[in-house]
């Protein structure tokens, strides 16, 4: 599977973006997938994750009722609405897939399998 992320840009603290994933193959609904990101000299971090049927999803505590991960398994992508944005939310952001069980979502990093190459999100004050 191969992920390609994109959406990130330049906005002000209180705007939205849209994160995109784009993947490639013809498994994409057989993948748990989650969104990921990593600030300038901070650890990768856990954002959202979506399970395979989109039956379940879960957030990190940072970003819940700001940010919300969907998917289109018919499209092959998977996205993460980013609202009200803070500065703190200045990262590079990663999608990632995850051959789980169906309904399972994951937020354990090490327990995904692909990665994209990232999109920068800066959010100015």
């Known amino acids: 599977v191969q992920l390609q992320a994109s959406g990130g840009g330049l906005v002000q603290a209180g705007g939205s973006l849209r994160l995109s994933c784009a993947t490639s193959?013809?498994?994409?609904?057989?993948?748990?997938m989650g969104w990921f990101r990593q600030a300038p000299g901070k650890e990768r971090e856990f954002v959202a994750a979506i399970s395979r049927g989109a039956i379940s999803t879960n957030y990190a505590d940072s970003v819940k009722g700001r940010f919300t991960i969907s998917r289109d398994n018919a499209k092959n992508a998977v996205y993460l609405q980013t609202n009200s944005l803070k500065p703190e939310d200045t990262a590079v952001y990663y999608c990632?897939?995850?051959?789980?069980?169906?309904?399972?979502?994951?937020?354990?990093?090490?327990?995904?399998?692909?990665w994209g190459q990232g999109t920068l999100v800066t959010v100015s004050s």
């Open positions: 193959g013809r498994t994409f609904s057989s993948y748990a």
């Open positions: 990632a897939a995850n051959p789980a069980r169906y309904g399972a979502v994951v937020s354990d990093q090490y327990q995904y399998s692909y």
